[in-house]
């Protein structure tokens, strides 16, 4: 079992920065394969970014790249740090754990996780 805790988020002007974390018990959080989805009003939940628990290697969508940034810590936290940010960015981000050892599914696949967190809410205002 998994419990993923979010936290960060609220309303930033469009070009500021913003960071949201997940805080990840339970499982050995060295083992997680971690990543960010994301839900816009009115759309269907999209991948935003992953990282690996094997290499550390990272894999973004491309309507963040070079903004947006996941890292993980050594102890249980994954961050999702967000610069340039721009109104099409408001949605509730989710944090995902995947606990499989090995996995063939690409980390942009929601399918792949089966813990998620809470959601929390950035809204950026233009």
């Known amino acids: 079992q998994v419990q993923l805790v979010q936290s960060g988020g609220g309303l930033v002007q469009a070009g500021e920065s913003l960071t949201v974390f997940c805080v990840a018990n339970g499982r050995s959080f060295a083992r997680l394969t971690m990543a960010w989805f994301r839900q816009r009003p009115g759309k269907e939940r999209e991948f935003v970014a992953g990282i690996q628990w094997s290499d550390g290697s990272t894999d973004y969508a491309d309507s963040v790249k070079g903004r947006f940034t996941i890292s993980r810590d050594a102890t249980n936290t994954v961050y999702l740090q967000m610069n340039a940010l721009k109104s099409e960015d408001t949605a509730v981000y989710y944090c995902?754990?995947?606990?499989?050892?090995?996995?063939?599914?690409?980390?942009?696949?929601?399918?792949?996780?089966?813990?998620w967190g809470q959601g929390t809410q950035v809204t950026v205002s233009s």
């Open positions: 995902a754990a995947d606990t499989a050892i090995f996995s063939s599914t690409p980390m942009y696949v929601g399918g792949r996780y089966g813990y």
